[in-house]
């Protein structure tokens, strides 16, 4: 037997064959050719039917794993429809005088070492998106199919490392797990196996072709591969694996049921959701309501500014679907890692603490009340609230609360009904923490993005896997900030709930719950293990 060790992106265990998984290698002809007009037609059509390829990978991944993961392949559509892009492709071919693949490799290559070279993380990461549409135009181009690559029977599938587009072309139903020398716990590839409920394995340096064909385990609790296992070995974790699939049965049987502890004390279980498309998966996995509709999805789905009626259909459909359930609308959060190119916002040194979210908001007014008064219009439809993303200051809440007003005033006298609905804040900075107070005087509610809360707390960027080692989200630091929080809000009868990542961490729900959290806002699939734990707890003790 041999044992390899990684890091775990999904507690669970994975037990079949491998299969190692290559991509294609391809011979390109460096010759020169003569026909140029006809290797043009060749890249315009590979060009197509990849365009094609990414949207049919949107839907794939919108049905799989929801709107969040989904977004990376609108955005590779957009890449390939890049003018430059294609310009530099056609400019090899009729200037060097070469064929599609080359001029594809060459054009494609140039760019991504541009991106590699800049000092933005961010921009730096989408050399990798670069190298993925190349691989997607190469593949039309030589006729590779490279869903061809994953066999016929269900496998542990082991690589390099995945592009998202390749995660989402494997057949579920032929996907044990996967393993993978390289990737990041953040990267686009481990959200998609969390989403997709995975036992995945990366940075295992371990691999070896000669794996190929043999039994394995994937451990995702002690984050280990079992290669050729021992019987004991396969025994115990065949029962593991057993206990699991009864767990989430189980766990059915709690729908319905109330977020009660056994002394008494319940809380909101909410789901946070990309659009409209995530509605199906909150209400098959019973959460109470949505903690985030994370509106930004209207203008990354959009090639130029969405209007009024646009978002007011996106909105409507989310609260009248769940109503009397609430349905939090976070305005706009664009900036930092979520960028719109017909905004405008322009290339900044530090993104992450730049012009993003409320600060575009509020400098860029007619943007901002266009969403606003989609949302009031939205209000009449069910049980609505409005969250206002990145205030660091009263000031910031109290120009915005002045703009929605103007917003509702103007919908009365224009005769369009008007809902009622709740205004709360994110809370993502120490800022914020420290003049909770403040803010919480002019809050229906709170919610703690932790993401950003602990990247601030701790000054360590989040995106960056070089620092993956430094990153404690369980920083007494970052806890205290949520204490300081809860207090504040609580002191001036202010709800607080979570919406960050570590809403979903079991082993923190006690926790917070000690600390006197009123909601815990996570992902759909997430509702009902967290509502497994809450009824377990007695905080009397």
């Known amino acids: 037997m041999q044992v390899a060790t990684g890091k775990s992106i999904l507690n669970g265990i994975a037990i079949g064959k491998v299969k190692i998984y290559k991509a294609p290698s391809y011979e390109i002809n460096e010759n020169d050719i003569a026909d140029t007009d006809g290797e043009i037609a060749k890249f315009e059509a590979a060009l197509e039917k990849a365009i094609d390829g990414q949207n049919a990978l949107y839907d794939k991944a919108l049905e799989a794993a929801g709107e969040e993961s989904a977004e990376i392949f609108e955005v590779h559509a957009m890449m390939l429809e890049d003018d430059d892009l294609q310009d530099a492709v ?149 029962k593991k694996m057993q206990e699991d699939e009864k767990k989430l049965a189980l766990l059915q049987e709690l729908k319905g049921k109330d977020n009660t502890t056994i002394d008494g004390k319940t809380i909101k279980v909410y789901a946070n959701i990309g659009g409209p498309s995530d509605i199906g998966m909150v209400q098959q996995n019973d959460a109470g309501g949505v903690g985030l509709f994370r509106s930004e999805f209207v203008y990354l789905n959009s090639k130029d500014y969405p209007t009024e009626d646009e978002q007011f259909k996106a909105y409507k459909l989310a609260v009248e679907s769940l109503a009397p359930k609430q349905v939090i609308i976070r305005t706009c959060d664009i900036g930092a890692d979520k960028t719109v190119e017909y905004m405008d916002l322009g290339e900044e040194e530090n993104p992450a603490l730049g012009y993003r979210a409320i600060r575009i908001c509020l400098t860029r007014k007619d943007f901002f009340k266009t969403q606003l008064r989609a949302i009031l219009r939205a209000s009449a439809y069910g049980n609505l609230g409005i969250m206002f993303p990145m205030i660091i200051s009263l000031r910031e809440l109290n120009e915005a609360q002045q703009i929605l007003d103007e917003c509702k005033e103007e919908l009365i006298k224009e005769g369009v009904k008007v809902g009622e609905y709740q205004v709360g804040i994110m809370i993502e900075t120490p800022a914020a923490v420290l003049c909770a107070d403040e803010l919480a005087e002019k809050c229906d509610f709170f919610s703690i993005g932790t993401n950003d809360l602990t990247q601030y707390t701790l000054a360590i960027d989040r995106q960056n896997a070089k620092l993956e080692p430094f990153l404690d989200t369980h920083h007494s630091a970052v806890l205290k900030a949520i204490q300081m929080t809860i207090e504040a809000g609580h002191r001036h009868n202010t709800w607080v709930g979570i919406c960050g990542e570590l809403g979903s961490d079991l082993s923190l729900t006690e926790t917070f719950l000690r600390m006197g959290i009123d909601e815990l806002s996570v992902n759909p699939k997430s509702v009902l293990p967290i509502r497994k734990v809450i009824r377990g707890l007695d905080l009397s003790k």
Request: hydrophobic share 40%.
């Open 90 to 238: 056609k400019e090899i071919i009729t200037g060097q005088k070469k064929s599609a693949e080359y001029a594809v490799n060459v054009a494609f290559n140039n760019q991504a070492e541009v991106f590699a070279q800049m000092d933005d993380p961010y921009m730096q990461a989408r050399s990798a998106d670069i190298h993925d549409i190349k691989q997607a135009v190469l593949d039309v181009l030589f006729g590779v199919d490279p869903a061809s690559m994953q066999g016929t029977e269900p496998t542990i599938l082991v690589a390099e490392d995945l592009a998202p587009s390749e995660t989402v072309k494997l057949d579920k139903s032929l996907l044990l797990g996967m393993i993978t020398r390289e990737g990041s716990s953040n990267s686009h590839t481990a959200i998609l196996a969390r989403s997709m409920n995975l036992p995945t394995i990366i940075q295992c340096k371990e691999i070896d072709d000669s794996w190929d064909g043999k039994t394995a385990i994937i451990d995702g609790y002690n984050s280990c591969v079992y290669v050729e296992p021992t019987d004991d070995l396969m025994d115990s974790l065949s």
